[in-house]
């Protein structure tokens, strides 16, 4: 370790200063704004820090990888976690009681994310991961009150805990195989490896595959989803949406690009299926239901769906091309599902009555705003043109066109024809004339509404100087 | 610039009359009104300046400079998108037709809407400004953009303003378009990836992409996927069922801007990017499309005479109408071609009047039940006068623009295939039968008693002016459709040049 590793490594150690800062605080006095202070401070250094570490590029040590990509995501999350953060105040201030250990389990969530994202190393990628979840799993159940929260975090908890096992069993026979735990390693020996030992890399990458397909919730590991988004506290359901499942996606395709697993022909068949598994499962489960948080948790199946296609396509096309769809991609999704949960986190709270897509009706009339940036997100995941999430469709499809994928882009388009119905029917439901009431966003959200609606249309309409960024990181 | 502007004027005319609503309730009509004809007023002066449209040298279609105006700007160029507009006779006349018809349908809303009348002009204006990008754009991404922008203004008319059904309806309408519009979206994204294996250069531009080579399976499948978009937009037959009941339920103004203007960006949309772009495996095709078309004709006209729902009957006879476009589209020869774009022009006018008295039927009786109806010539002559001439000028009575158009088409399509032309010409003897039983139903016979004392006010000047605008169109079209021939003449020369077959081509050199 020399100086410029601890200055790549900036933005991991001012969230781990953030989190012993918060446990002093609460050690000394116990004040919930104050431990909101200081969050927001941490996350706004990280940010500051990530931009920093950008001239400090490299490995630090065999375990993290610090490159452009990968600090534009921390910064991506960073932004995230300041919007859960904006949204988790005033979900979490009203009852009274001590909830500062609900900021400290943030801060360390992030950490694990952005460790996550840096990770080069099957070591680092299992501690993010770990460090991510188990924060998460205490946020999901932190309403004490309720079930709900309480099943969604013990089926967490328990899905999580499988998934983390396999993981781990998919190391251990890649690294019987190959001797090694790094991705550059796995990279460099395993073509010699799978000559010698096909099952070994095959079962061991397969694992670790569904491992990882747990936590992204693609089609067939997808059951939890719904319910720990339902039971979740709304903010941190868009947290779990955004930052963890991003993290473990940035995680999942530099493993993949980095360990050359596209060369295994079978491991791409089993994506491909994963892929229009999680395309079609997700958008038909979605038409039937009335939970808005269900609804968002079948929609975010469905696009990390339409996400591996571009996984998939690294076969075919290059890898700069790919990385360049991942990150326009996971831009556009985050910040269009960051807009959706902070819509429903500003009007419906968390009363489960309220979250029902028939309690959105007549929003349009009473609070515009709001209703304009719902459905803008609605439409943005839709794919409808002049917003974010069509130009990552546009990618998708370009992609899958370049490489052939005939199979997968028909699934794409039959899931996106199924996929229009429900988002339009939480659009229509808002334009009805029904009088309409809910818990009144504070001056903060409705500003994020509106900046988050911004960005969707400004990325959607005028997507050029992005996708020139995303090209050169 | 000036086509921006046309656009720009819609879009920022929007916002305006949604703001105007502050200040009175019945300033957002007005305002859309005056935003329309200033709009409809800078296109003709603008048009003034430039040489006769008529006397133009037939422009080469794949040569922007020869076109009336031509505009280009970077948009993503990554990708080689760009903002690229052009106007031709076609085009020109197309964006006429939107913007008359546009300030016909806020005629048609001025008492029909009561309630959100500034929103409701705004989606009016903002759907108009989608179709007039869509008939200028030519670079295929931006066209796809207009092409799926202009529907969400047009849900949100039927969604919010529509009748009795209107969630299922609008909801219908959309996913229909939406998934088509996926297919086209593949079909594009295919074509430029083909054009850049080619070529090594990204482009989106349509005079790029005429003359990709590509193999004949692929240029089968990739212009399957723009026929199916457009034709479910026409809507030909078996793709029409969204059309009954997205017209049915849309408020008047959306019925006027369905029938009238958003089903012709299917057929500009066949014309000017489905069969050039790939003529031969058009042409292989040609012969399912046209049976497809005289499908439509027979099948619209038989489902409109079964109907008891005034609209509907007119929704459907909309399908049969389409038909003939779809014939006169792949009969692909000039005299068909030229009969399809005046039939375009011709049924914008007269359905969208006769989706004018069926709102106001619909206001005055509140049904549109036509077993309901009887004998209502009695107590308003004008309307049913009215109703009379678009009713006979729907059935295509010679003298009046219909006729023309489906008379070249037929006479276009006689030379390609005889016994379409006769099928198809049963269209003719089925639509005045339906079109005759509308007139009968509703306005001839018995006075209803139910009617009797109900004070039905006849059409006031206001609709009169309206419906005389229309009026006049169809008789000058009917008497006089030189103009009009004149200004497509050019284009249909020039994409019937661009698509002879080289090697005829070269044959008739030879001789």
């Known amino acids: 370790m020399n100086a410029t590793m601890f200055s790549a490594l900036a933005p991991i150690l001012i969230l781990s200063l953030t989190a012993i800062v918060l446990m002093i605080q609460a050690s000394i006095k116990r004040d919930q704004s104050l431990a909101w202070v200081i969050t927001a401070v941490g996350f706004v250094l990280t940010l500051c820090g990530a931009y920093y570490a950008r001239d400090f590029t490299q490995s630090v040590t065999i375990l993290l990888q610090v490159d452009h990509w990968s600090l534009f995501f921390t910064s991506l999350i960073m932004i995230a976690s300041l919007v859960t953060l904006v949204l988790s105040r005033d979900t979490f201030s009203p009852e009274g009681e001590r909830k500062e250990e609900y900021y400290l389990l943030l801060v360390l969530s992030v950490l694990g994310a952005v460790v996550l994202i840096q990770s080069s190393h099957m ?44 993981l781990l069993y998919g190391f251990a026979l890649i690294y019987a195989a190959t001797g090694e735990l790094s991705y550059a ?52 359901t868009g947290f779990l949406a955004t930052v963890s499942k991003g993290a473990v996606f940035v995680a999942l395709s530099r493993f993949y690009i980095d360990g050359g697993l596209d060369q295994y022909s079978g491991l791409n068949t089993a994506l491909v299926v994963l892929a229009i598994a999680s395309m079609l499962v997700g958008n038909w489960l979605a038409l ?32 700069g091309l790919v990385s360049q769809s991942i990150t326009f991609y996971l831009t556009a999704y985050m910040i269009t599902t960051l807009a959706a949960f902070t ?65 997968l882009l028909a699934a794409l388009v039959v899931g996106s024809a199924v996929a229009i119905y429900y988002y339009l029917r939480v659009i229509f439901a808002m334009s009805k004339s029904t009088k309409s009431t809910g818990k009144s966003a504070n001056r903060l959200e409705k500003l994020l509404a509106l900046v988050l609606m911004a960005s969707i249309l400004v990325l959607g309409s005028w997507p050029q100087p992005f996708i020139a960024y995303a090209g050169g990181l | 610039m000036v086509m921006i502007n046309l656009i720009v004027i819609l879009l920022v005319g929007g916002l305006l009359s949604i703001l105007s609503e502050r200040i009175s309730d019945t300033m957002p009509r007005k305002v859309a009104m005056g935003v329309v004809l200033v709009d409809l007023l800078y296109l003709l002066v603008c048009l003034s300046g430039m040489p006769d449209i008529t006397q133009l040298q037939a422009p080469v279609a794949n040569d922007p400079s020869s076109w009336l105006m031509h505009f280009k700007a970077d948009w993503i160029p990554a990708f080689g998108i760009s903002i690229e507009l052009a106007l031709d006779g076609i085009s020109l006349l197309m964006v006429l037709l939107t913007l008359i018809l546009g300030a016909i349908a806020i005629s048609a809303s001025w008492t029909d809407i009561v309630v959100r009348k500034g929103f409701f002009e705004a989606n009016l204006l903002w759907s108009l400004a989608g179709v007039l990008g ?59 990836a083909v054009n850049h294996g080619a070529t090594g250069t990204w482009s989106f531009s349509y005079f790029d992409l005429l003359n990709t080579e590509m193999a004949e399976q692929t240029a089968h499948w990739i212009m399957l996927g723009f026929f199916i978009a457009f034709v479910v937009k026409l809507p030909g037959f078996p793709f029409h069922t969204w059309l009954p ?34 003529p031969e495996a058009a042409l292989n095709f040609s012969y399912s499309a046209m049976w497809l078309g005289a499908a439509g004709v027979v099948y619209g006209a038989v489902l409109a005479f079964g109907q008891t729902d005034f609209k509907r009957l007119i929704a459907y006879s909309s399908v049969s109408h389409m038909g003939f476009v779809l014939l006169g589209i792949y009969a692909w020869n000039e005299l068909a071609l030229q009969g399809a774009v005046m039939q375009m022009v011709a049924h914008g006018f007269s359905t969208a009047a006769l989706f004018m008295i069926a709102g106001s039927l619909q206001e005055r009786l509140h049904t549109r039940d036509m077993r309901e109806m009887s004998g209502l010539w009695h107590q308003m002559p004008r309307m049913g006068a009215v109703a009379m001439f678009f009713v006979v000028a729907s059935l295509g009575l010679p003298g009046l623009g219909n006729f023309v158009a489906e008379f070249l088409v037929l006479l276009g399509l006689f030379q390609v295939n005889v016994w379409i032309t006769v099928i198809a010409a049963t269209g003719l003897i089925t639509g005045a039968a339906y079109s005759l039983l509308l007139m009968q139903r509703s306005f001839q016979g018995e006075v209803n008693k139910k009617w009797a004392d109900y004070g039905l006010a006849d059409f006031g000047p206001r609709e009169m002016l309206t419906m005389g605008v229309m009026m006049i169109a169809l008789i000058l079209l009917g008497i006089y459709p030189q103009p009009v021939l004149d200004a497509a003449k050019p284009v249909l020369q020039s994409l019937l040049e661009l698509t002879a077959n080289p090697a005829l081509a070269s044959a008739e050199v030879m001789q």
């Open chain 1, 343 to 407: 819509v429903v986190s500003t009007v419906a709270g968390e009363d489960t009555a309220k979250q029902d897509i028939s309690a959105f009706e007549g929003l349009f009339w009473h609070r515009p705003l709001e209703a304009s940036a719902l459905t803008v997100a609605m439409l943005s995941l839709a794919g409808i043109p002049l917003t974010a999430g069509f130009m990552a469709k546009f990618f998708v499809i370009t992609l899958g066109i370049q490489s052939g994928l005939w199979g």
């Open chain 2, 134 to 192: 869509v008939f200028m754009s030519l670079d295929l991404m931006l066209f796809f953009l207009f092409w799926e922008v202009m529907l969400i203004p047009m849900y949100f008319m039927i969604a919010i303003w529509g009748h009795e059904n209107r969630g299922y309806a609008a909801m219908k309408f959309f996913i229909f378009t939406q998934a088509s519009g996926l297919l086209m979206l593949v079909s594009i994204l295919a074509l430029v």
């Open chain 1, 185 to 236: 390693g796995i990279g460099a020996k395993g073509a010699s490896a799978y000559i010698e030992n096909p099952m070994l890399i095959m079962a061991g990458s397969a694992m670790v595959l569904a491992g990882i397909g747990f936590k992204l919730s693609v089609a067939p590991f997808h059951m939890w989803t719904p319910d720990v988004y339902q039971g979740a506290p709304t903010p941190v």
């Open chain 1, 123 to 166: 070591v680092s990628l299992l501690l993010g991961m770990e460090l991510m979840g188990v924060a998460l799993y205490a946020m999901i159940a932190f309403p004490e009150r309720g079930q709900l929260p309480l099943e969604g975090a013990i089926k967490y908890l328990v899905l999580s805990a499988c998934a983390s096992a396999m």
């Open chain 1, 288 to 319: 039937r239901q009335e939970n808005i948080k269900r609804l968002l948790a079948y929609s975010s199946i469905a696009h990390f769906g339409y996400l591996l296609v571009v996984l998939i396509a690294l076969t075919y096309v290059d890898a």
């Open chain 2, 245 to 278: 009941d997205a017209h049915t339920q849309a408020p008047t103004a959306g019925s006027v801007i369905l029938a009238g203007i958003l089903l012709k960006t299917g057929a500009y949309g066949l014309i000017r990017f489905a069969v050039p772009l790939f």
